[in-house]
């Protein structure tokens, strides 16, 4: 009898882990950029470093595979490489859906919570409001949890900021703000963002409103940041706003200024619209909260004008991967840069290094790579500026190239025959991005997994994320260059699934 339970839990056991390998092999499915288990997803949200845990929350739709009623899903990681999912952490309630916002950590017991009490600011989104068209149905609330973003209690005097009849007001940002001892709401309001502020969380206070008349306003403004930066012993503080649509390769994406914040007011140094990424899938990108000195990035990894469509089952969306922010001046202008975090490196397997290696026409290196996967990494120097490309490809025949264009000095992803692509008309196309670097030597990091590049050229200069939904995995590597080009150095380095 005891023998026959022992067996019996065996089986079921390993039939368990069988099902979870199973689940996270489908087609397409991203092995180191997270991903829910099932259903729809969009935006990341609230963040948060808390006691050794990477919190990330998201707009989630437990029900289909297709935006519904939002609710925050909730996944946590050591390392924001490998990540588990968690319950959901925010359900719907008759104030309406939650949509996207941030969360804190309120070391000082400024609400009254507790402390260290992890605080989210969302915004409410109710849908009778919104067929009754009163242009007031957005507003910003608040919850708090004592259990590591395990339960939460929504605050009683919900919302804190009502809607003074904005159509789009959403998407709080908040960050503490030690020079005035000040709690700081960075607040998307249709074509501008609107700073608020507030001792306690409970309380706002309207401070200033930015950009009415600058950056990029081809869409509604959504999901800002505000954060500063030091660089070279100077404070300056980003400014990122989302946009939706009106990104450089359509669609959305997220611009961001940089300039000074004085606890009231932004000013932004420079008229030129900058965006953060010029691929056509990292939206919604905000930073981790209570993350020190370090600025660390993570997008939605895909974009309105498909997001519905795209070919995954039985989940939609995946993130980026995290990315670390800095800043660097090109001439006279300023630019924040971003690259992979450090913590990605837990993922290099073997792999492979080149000196000195002159490309004419092609150079393939599908056998040393011996990657059946098609996940890697490649960082590659370059002696000289000339054209060259990375052709990722299968024996499906599907090609996914990653360029550089010296004519046009860009930097471009050609997804046009990289698998399935009929889903939506604008889906196959090709990506540009500028070269702001003006080095001669051109440094470039490739990240593949699956169903998804991302371009760091110039140490994060210009940066390209973009999807695809190749039939096979992507297990062939050439790189191409008529013109000829002198590579200084090649590193390749197989990268491992990041899936537990
Ligand atoms: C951005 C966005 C947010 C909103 C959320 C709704 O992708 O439209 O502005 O809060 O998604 O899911």
New binding site residues.
Partial sequence: MKKITIILFYISALTAIQVMAQEFKEKYRPQFHFTPKANWM??PNGMVFHNGTYHLFY?YYPHDKI?GP?HWGHATSKDMVSWKEQPIALYPDSLG?I???SAVVDKNNTAGFGKDALVAIF?H?DPVQEKQKTGKHESQSIAYSLDEGKTWTKYKGNPVVKNPGIS?F??PKVRWFEPQKKWIMTL?TKDRITFYSSPDLKTWTRESDFGANEGGHGG?W??PDLFPIMHEGKETWVLIV?I?PGGPNKG?AGQYFLGNFDGKTFTSNSKETKWLDFGADN??AVTFSNTGSRNILMG?MSN?QYANQVPTDPWRSANTIARELGLKTVGKELYLTSVPVKELDALNAAGFSMKHVRVKDQLDLTEKAKNKTGLFRLDLSTENTADFSVLLANEAGNELIVGYDKAANQYYIDRSKSGKTDFEKGFGERHKAPRFATEEKISFTLIADVASVELFADNGLTVMTDIFFPESEMSKLYIKSASGIALDNLKYTVLKSAVK
């Fill in positions: 969009n935006d707009q935006w939002m859906y949509f996207s916002g915004t989104h789009d959403r998407d998307a509604v959504e999901c989302n939706n959305s939206y919604a939605w309105w």
